[in-house]
Each structure stands twice: as C-alpha cells, then as structure tokens.
C-alpha cells in the first residue's frame, strides 16, 4: 500500500506547519522499512529527497490565499479518489476534503484558534473552514498530535476520541548540532550585523507570543543598572494592523530600549543553527504552544534556553530551573540576572536522541503501520 502525503505546507519552511513536514519527509527518506511514499506538490520548485516520490499537482492561478489552499484540499481528494484510492493518506496539517479517503491521517498541532480567537479572524470563508476542519478531526481515520498538552486540548476543544489521538513528538534534524552552531555562528553574525554577545528570542510576534512580557523584565534589569548582553528578536516581523499582532516598534520605543534590542527580521532557514550557536541565552515567554519548536532548537545547538512553564513548553525544556511562571517578571528577571553574571550551562536535561529524525521516523510508522491491512 501507497502512503501519500500532502505536500502543500513545504511552500513555507520558515514557520512550524513548513518545518513539521519538511523534517517528516526528510525523515521517511532514510527511514528503510518504510511503505512506498508519494508526496502531492503544489509547485516543481520544491525539492523531496530521493527515495520519496513525487507529483506536482497544477491548480488554476487564485489570488486569495485561504481560496487557493481550499481549493488544493478539493484537488488533493479527486486526485486520491482517481489515482490513489486505496491508499494512506496523511495531511501534514488540518484540512477539510469533500471525499474523506479510507485511510486518512491528519496531524493537528494545537488548539489556539479556540483559546485565542482573534488567530480565526473576521473573514467569514476563513471561520467556515475552520469550523469544516475541526468536524473532519472527528471523521479522520488518526489524529496525530506533537504533544501529551496538544492531545488533551484535542480531545476536549475538538471532540476527538481518546483513542484516535496519537502523540508523535516534533524531531531535530541534525544540522542542529553543537559543533555546526558553534562553526557557522562568526558567518551569520557577520550576515546579519549581530553584536559579539546576545541573548535570542526568534518566532512570530503576535500576541501570544508574549514579547512585552520579556520587553519588561529586560527593561527592569537594565534600569537597576544592570549590564547585560543586547537582546535579539528575529523573525518576521508582522503586518502593521495584524488582528492578532502588536506595534513592536512601539514598545520598544516605549520602554526606551531602542540602543538594547537587535531586529535582523526573517533568517535564512540554514542560518538558524548559528543564530542559536552564536547566542549566550535563548528566551522564549510564549503564553502558549502546540509543542515549541524554536526551544527544542536552540537547545540543540547547545544555547541555555529559558521558556514560559506553560502549555507543551515543559515537555521540550525538562529542566525546571530553566522554567518561569507565566506572568510571572520577577522570577524572568531572577532567571535573566542570574545569567547576566554568570552564563548558563547547557540545559542539562536535554537528551537529543528523544527528539532525533530517527527515532521521529521510528514513531511515526509504528502508527501508520497500525492503519494499514496486513
């Protein structure tokens, strides 16, 4: 049997749907005993290892975004109904299909457009679908998930049974290492114009990220007369007038921190691993996360990292001397000045092979296979 797999997230390797595919089908490709794989693309221009095969699918030109990727999901279920019908097929992200196929896995990362509803927006077509989406949750044949938080919020915001919720952890792939952080960070600091030492935070900017949060603690070090390291915040940087984003420019001129803080905006996908190399302390106060990919890393690259003990955050950073109180600025200043005179150790918790492509690979078709006829 065929396992087929939905490749229209790779268009985006700079955010967490993009990267959760890319490093699934990065893995499947070493992966020796698994099924024969066929990824469905949106584009030639994106690149599958060998070993995976491919099928570019065209879809007429459509300049609404949430239009074009609804009307993928439509061409993917004829596409698998006339070609593929007796196939596995995995959606790397939610999705709603007209024909639902007989073996249908779907991966959903978290709840936050239920916890946070301003994520949904005010388009109408865009409420539908995600109203459609979360009904195709409770019809799919698995639901995979990233983490033991995400299933919990699954099963109670969406109504999934227990039983068809799997949790298969995100992986690291393995330019994510130590010694090609600590190679490569003198280029990309040089690329991006960062200071010689910096404390990271890399991400979006919206709201839940929770920005302002590590903006005050920060603030209140350096009014004490405190020195510390500039603070770095790369990423995209959000459209002015985002529903669910905030001036960041206005806070930072606000808090009078504009000589303090480094924006290089997005970085370049294999820059990442320097980024985090090059960087004393990776901070990250989101106030919710479906699993939190930027921690799992940074520490990979071997930078301390601090992060909010919320949501899925304590499942990646197992250490909770490396945690803070959501909310909580006293114990982030505590936690930032500690490191200020004295940089951290690597989290000492952090065990690499959890979170290896191999053991990703391992996981993910010891769930497939149970799907599959013998």
Known sequence: MKLVIDGWTLQRDD???????????????????????????????????????????????????????????????????????????????????????????????????????????????????????????????????????????????????KARVRVLSNCVSDDFRVDHAETTAPLVREKYGLPSEYWLYIGGFDTRKNIPFLLDAYKSLRDRGISLPKLVLAGRQPRLGQVNSFDLSDQINAKSLVNSIVLPGRIDREDLPGLYGGANLFVYPSLLEGFGLPPLEAMACGCPTLVADNSSLPEVVGDSDYRFPTGDTGRLEELLHNAALKPLRMNPGFDRHAFSSPQFAAGYLDIIRTLLPD
Request: glycine residues 2%; positive net charge.
């Open 15 to 161: 955010v967490g749907l993009g990267v959760y595919s890319r490093r699934l089908i990065d893995a499947l490709s070493t992966a020796a005993d698994r099924p024969s794989t066929l990824v469905l693309l949106p584009n030639d221009e994106i690149v599958t290892p060998a070993g995976i095969e491919r099928l570019v699918l065209k879809l007429p030109a459509i300049a609404n975004e949430t239009l074009r990727e609804f009307a993928w999901q439509q061409f993917v279920a004829l596409t698998l109904r006339l070609r593929f019908r007796d196939s596995a097929f995995h959606s790397p992200s939610e999705c709603w299909l007209i024909v639902r196929p007989r073996i249908c896995v779907v991966t959903c990362h978290d709840c936050i457009p239920v916890v946070f509803a301003c994520y949904t927006g005010r388009n109408p077509l865009r409420r539908a679908l995600f109203s459609l989406r979360q009904k195709f949750l409770r019809q799919a044949s698995l639901v995979l998930t990233v983490s033991e938080h995400a299933r919990n919020e699954i099963i109670h915001h969406y109504r999934v049974s």
